[in-house]
């Protein structure tokens, strides 16, 4: 089995779709916004207004470098992609799917404000992050499964996939 890391805006069912492949192949799955949060003691908002955006992002590409092969599935935060060294720390032991959710969907999930921790400067829109990311996402990604799909179709797929 392939290890698998999934990459994607806040919202676009990462951690979902990480949590119901592992239920369903029985293997392990990390989300590294839990993992910051946890080491921080803090939700990722909380660490955002304390500390600033870029601590978040430093903090999350930390926690993906102390990341190895024994961990099946991994949930990145949406930031991820900022992070070069992070995304070719996952592709050594990792295929990396980018879940590509329609902006609309995004903003019907976690609103229109950045209040899930999102690691971007204020006053950045989500349609700004979204445009600003993309590119990125797309760049990183091995496979791109469509965010609108059910769960269970996008767990077939990655099962096909891999």
């Known amino acids: 089995m392939n290890n698998i890391s999934f990459i994607g805006m806040a919202g676009c069912g990462k951690s979902t779709i990480g949590e119901a492949l ?11 916004d839990q993992l910051i949060e946890e080491k921080f003691k803090a939700s990722l908002e909380q660490i955002k207004k304390d500390k600033g955006y870029k601590f978040v992002r430093h903090a999350e590409e ?43 969907e995004i903003k019907n999930r976690i609103g229109q ?37 059910s769960v269970e179709k996008m767990v077939s797929s990655i099962i096909s996939f891999i």
């Open 22 to 32: 592992s239920i369903k192949l029985g293997i392990n799955f990390i989300d590294t």
């Open 62 to 104: 930390e926690a993906i470098l102390s990341l190895n092969k024994h961990i099946k599935i991994i949930s990145t935060g949406g930031s991820a992609v900022y992070s070069e060294k992070s995304m070719l720390h996952l592709s050594s032991f990792s295929k990396i799917i980018y879940i590509n959710t329609p902006l609309d």
């Open 113 to 149: 404000g950045q209040q899930r921790g999102l690691a971007a400067p204020e006053g950045l829109s989500i349609d700004e992050i979204y445009l600003e990311r993309e590119p990125l996402y797309k760049k990183w990604a091995d496979a791109t499964l469509d965010g609108k799909d």
